[in-house]
Nanobody, 125 residues
Framework: QVHMVESGGGLVQTGGSLRLSCTSS????????MGWFRQAPGAEREFVAA????????YYADSVKGRFTISRDNPKNAVYLHMNGLKPEDTAVYYC??????????????????WGSGTQVTVSS
């Protein structure tokens, strides 16, 4: 089983930047698509970004387009979420997830199975 670990969260002011990292213990996930989701208090977990196994395809939620960039480094078994121009509404716990079967809606959480425990991002106004 693949265990995902997110890191890089923290407290930042509006307009600031953070880089989230997702790595795994156990088996490599370099053959799988990967996604980032977030969940704010009292809200549903929502799609943020996704990347294909090769890195050639990338998908973004409208709310983060132009501000966030997803990337991956397969030799390092890592996926990143570069977040610029952060806003208070970006405050949430951010999760990475593995897309093992490449079926279904890439924007839907149902497509992903292995999830990390999340990292908190807080953007102050």
């Amino acid at each position: 089983q693949v265990h995902m670990v997110e890191s890089g969260g923290g407290l930042v002011q509006t307009g600031g930047s953070l880089r989230l990292s997702c790595t795994s213990s156990g088996r490599t996930y370099s053959n799988y698509g990967m996604g980032w989701f977030r969940q704010a208090p009292g809200a549903e977990r929502e799609f943020v970004a996704a990347i294909s196994w090769s890195g050639g395809l990338k998908y973004y939620a409208d709310s983060v387009k132009g501000r966030f960039t997803i990337s991956r480094d397969n030799p390092k078994n890592a996926v990143y979420l570069h977040m610029n121009g952060l806003k208070p509404e970006d405050t949430a716990v951010y999760y990475c997830a593995v897309d093992r079967f490449n079926t279904g809606d890439v924007y839907s959480r149902e497509r992903y199975d292995y999830w990390g425990s999340g990292t908190q991002v807080t953007v102050s106004s």
